[in-house]
């Protein structure tokens, strides 16, 4: 981290952060002094993002997020706001697999719900 750079927000949660564009965000939020707190489905791409992150300065927390069984995802989640208050969610997961959400409408139904 640059000298004169102080982060913005402390403690921040991403989700969806085992891949893809979650696993970028977690990088890019990567500074010294951010607790990031990482949610993914694949414990050993969601590793080796904690890894990058934490070589990159962020004290780094994660746990395997399934946001298709929503009720304990969401306790999760509140579990983790209450420990660590969140000062910024990047909710980027996934819900369901690649089916388009015009072939299954309960998708965008979920998603509000989250």
Not at 36 to 50: H, P
């Amino acid at each position: 981290m640059e000298p004169n750079v102080t982060p913005l927000f402390h403690s921040i949660l991403v989700t969806g952060a085992s891949s893809g564009v979650g696993a970028e965000i977690a990088k890019a939020l990567s500074l010294q002094g951010v607790t990031l707190v990482l949610g993914g489905r694949d414990a050993a791409r969601l590793q080796a993002v904690a890894e990058v992150c934490q070589q990159r300065g962020a004290r780094v927390i994660h746990w395997l997020a399934d946001f298709d069984d929503l009720p304990p995802a969401l306790a999760t989640l509140a579990e983790l706001d209450r420990t660590h208050s969140f000062a910024l969610a990047v909710l980027n997961a996934g819900i369901g697999d690649s089916d388009s959400p015009l072939e299954r409408p309960e998708i965008p139904a979920r998603l509000a719900d989250i």
